[in-house]
């Protein structure tokens, strides 16, 4: 561990004791050689690996950049969103870290169990309300739980728009279906799971013009646990280099099959000047590049595939295929 790295003054007086005498060699030995104790919460007992929590990271960070563009054009002003830590911890602990009285979204995410909270710090949901109704984005000193409902409408309406945004940075995980199920402003009314259940806490750092603030998810992990697996970097590398199956690849050659390109049957080509042009008559006669004893060049999306001879079916113009064309690319 980084602890247990020693700095550069720290080896020069370790060396200089041990020269005057002051520090013994073998009682440091004995001390090295003793059974080294650490304490242990079984509370705080984690349930993430570093790898699924970076993978979570990963998914907000794209998240983050969503709601950056998300908040932009809804607010109409300058926004920027960024992930400043994952952490898990128990959800009691989550409950008093956040304000007695704050904005609480509480979703679920079908097909998934249980349910996952954002947190809006106070100033950031005054900043969003007073863009909405067409001031600075000042936060103000209102207290949140004295939201009216004109105001609890247009934050619910806000909010939901940024189930949106989750479902797709999660897609490259899971397909999820969020959906706000209510809005809660007191935390401690909130008893979404047992207080010693693990939490990964995704803080978000939100700018909103010259107000900055916190949106904490909280997402438990009996809530990720169908899934877990999934969060991982071996799960990623697999699903890069996953192979098209069968049906996948029936799809694609149905939908090519049914698309539709020109086919043109050129009977040749001339180059002549504008003069000519503009006083060509009625009568008159162009001299084309191709004998009528050479076969026809047919195109197919514009590049020459087939030679063919001309003739009539049904008193309509035909043509008959007679070779696959080689030659080049176009005409």
């Given at each position: 561990m980084a602890g247990d790295v020693l700095s550069q003054n720290e080896i020069d007086a370790l060396l200089s004791a041990l020269s005057t005498g002051e520090m013994d060699a073998q009682q440091l030995k004995d001390e090295n050689t003793k059974n080294r104790v650490r304490s242990y919460d079984f509370k705080r007992a984690l349930r993430f690996s570093k790898d699924q929590i970076r993978s979570l990271t990963r998914i907000y960070e794209n998240y983050a950049r969503l709601l950056t563009t998300l908040l932009s054009a809804q607010l109409r002003t300058i926004t920027q969103v960024s992930v400043v830590s994952a952490d898990q911890i128990p959800y009691e602990e989550f409950v008093r870290s956040v304000p007695s009285m704050t904005v609480l979204n509480v979703m679920s995410v079908e097909p998934l169990d249980g349910r996952i909270i954002m947190e809006v710090n106070p100033n950031i949901a005054y900043a969003m309300l007073d863009r909405i109704l067409g001031g600075k984005g000042e936060a103000g000193n209102k207290k949140i739980d004295n939201l009216t409902e004109i105001e609890t409408k247009l934050l619910r309406n806000l909010l939901d728009k940024t189930l949106d945004i989750m479902e797709e940075a999660w897609s490259s995980v899971a397909v999820i279906n969020p959906e706000m199920e209510e809005l809660e402003v007191n935390p401690q009314f909130l008893q979404v799971i047992s207080p010693n259940e693990i939490?990964?806490?995704?803080?978000?750092?939100?700018?909103?013009?010259?107000?900055?603030?916190m949106i904490n998810l909280c997402i438990p992990h009996v809530t990720l646990e169908p899934i877990i697996s999934k969060l991982s970097v071996h799960y990623w590398m697999q699903s890069s280099k996953k192979e098209p199956n069968e049906l996948e690849v029936e799809q694609i050659r149905t939908q090519v099959q049914g698309a539709t390109v020109p086919v043109v049957a050129m009977l040749g080509q001339t180059d002549i000047s504008i003069e000519d042009f503009l006083s060509l008559d009625k009568g008159d006669i162009i001299r084309l590049d191709r004998g009528v004893n050479q076969p026809l060049i047919v195109q197919v999306g514009?590049?020459?595939?087939?030679?063919a001879q001309p003739g009539q079916l049904k008193r309509k113009l035909a043509i008959q295929i007679l070779d696959?064309?080689?030659?080049?690319?176009s005409l």
């Open positions: 939490v990964v806490v995704i803080s978000l750092s939100v700018q909103i013009g010259e107000e900055t603030g514009g590049v020459p595939k087939f030679s696959q064309f080689k030659g080049g690319t």
